[in-house]
């Protein structure tokens, strides 16, 4: 069982930064897709960034473009979310999941694993 690991979460004012990890021990996921997701409360789970294998492409929601950078250090088996002017509305549990099978994709049923979120708030 593939399991992923988030850290770097916590409570930070509008305009400060974080960075978000997602380790695991599973050497395979050096070759699937990594994305973030993030569910604010009573709201759905939405996509807030992709990477694939190698890093060459990555994808973002509008709202967080040239604010949020994704990356991945394969030799580590960590994606990393790095997180700039952070917003209230950024505020959410941030998640980890890899798409074992296809490729890029900003639709939560295409990934088949998970970890089991970060807490991010945003003051204002």
């Known amino acids: 069982q593939v399991r992923l690991v988030e850290s770097g979460g916590g409570l930070v004012q509008a305009g400060g930064s974080l960075r978000l990890s997602c380790t695991t021990s599973e050497r395979t996921v050096s070759t699937w897709y990594m994305g973030w997701f993030r569910q604010a409360p009573g709201k759905e789970r939405e996509f807030v960034s992709g990477i694939n294998w190698g890093g060459t492409f990555t994808d973002y929601r509008d709202s967080v473009k040239g604010r949020f950078t994704i990356s991945r250090d394969d030799t580590e088996n960590t994606v990393y979310l790095q997180m700039y002017g952070l917003k209230p509305e950024d505020t959410a549990v941030y998640y980890c999941?890899?798409?074992?099978?296809?490729?890029?994709?900003?639709?939560?049923?295409?990934?088949?694993?998970w970890g089991h979120g970060t807490q991010v708030t945003v003051s204002s």
């Open positions: 999941a890899a798409n074992s099978i296809g490729g890029a994709s900003q639709h939560a049923r295409d990934y088949d694993y």
